[in-house]
């Protein structure tokens, strides 16, 4: 399970991977250059609502959490953190969502990191709003990005099995 962490203008991605012992947790960084690797066992974790506690690299956590709108409020340690925390479904809604409310931007963006698949936009064509102008991949599921408005291409950023990050530009219209 793929997870987007916002916290004090810094994003982590988190990829789980559970199995019956444990969780292998992939932790990249926001320029998803820096990768950690961790483990944590199951036989040290209990969850209870509004309480995890578990034991990581010897020492006991406790964290305390709750909804403050569409935040996630953690205390820990004597002191609170404000996080956004997005999952992959929410990730793919956002992207979508974020692409169709551009429809009067001059360029489309990547909502989250993924693969460029195929496209079908050529510079100087113009598209009616909804024609397929690529296709990415991100969390093994396919994303056709439609055109927000009727739009004249006029540069494409990206190619085909390009890999990107989120945020990035990917076509720019005139």
């Not at 964290?63 to 996080?83: A, E, M, N, P, V």
């Amino acid at each position: 399970m793929k997870f987007k962490v916002s916290m004090k203008n810094k994003t982590y991605w988190l990829n789980i991977v559970e199995s019956s012992t444990e969780w292998e947790i992939q932790l990249l960084e926001d320029d998803l250059k820096k990768e950690t690797l961790y483990n944590v066992s199951k036989k040290d974790f209990v969850e209870l609502p509004g309480v995890v506690s578990f034991i990581f690299k010897n020492k006991s956590h406790v964290l305390h959490t709750t909804k403050q709108g569409d935040k996630d409020l953690l205390f820990c340690k004597g002191s609170y953190r404000t996080l956004s925390v997005l999952n992959e479904e929410e990730l793919l809604r956002e992207s979508i969502s974020s692409n169709s409310a551009l429809s009067k931007s001059s360029n489309i963006v990547s909502g989250m990191p993924g693969k460029i698949v195929k496209i079908y936009a050529k510079v100087g064509n113009t598209y009616k709003q909804g024609e397929p102008l690529l296709v990415i991949e991100a969390m093994k599921m396919e994303n056709e990005i439609q055109a927000p408005s009727d739009v004249c291409v006029k540069n494409i950023l990206v190619k085909e099995n390009d890999n990107i990050e989120s945020g990035a530009k990917l076509i720019v219209f005139k």
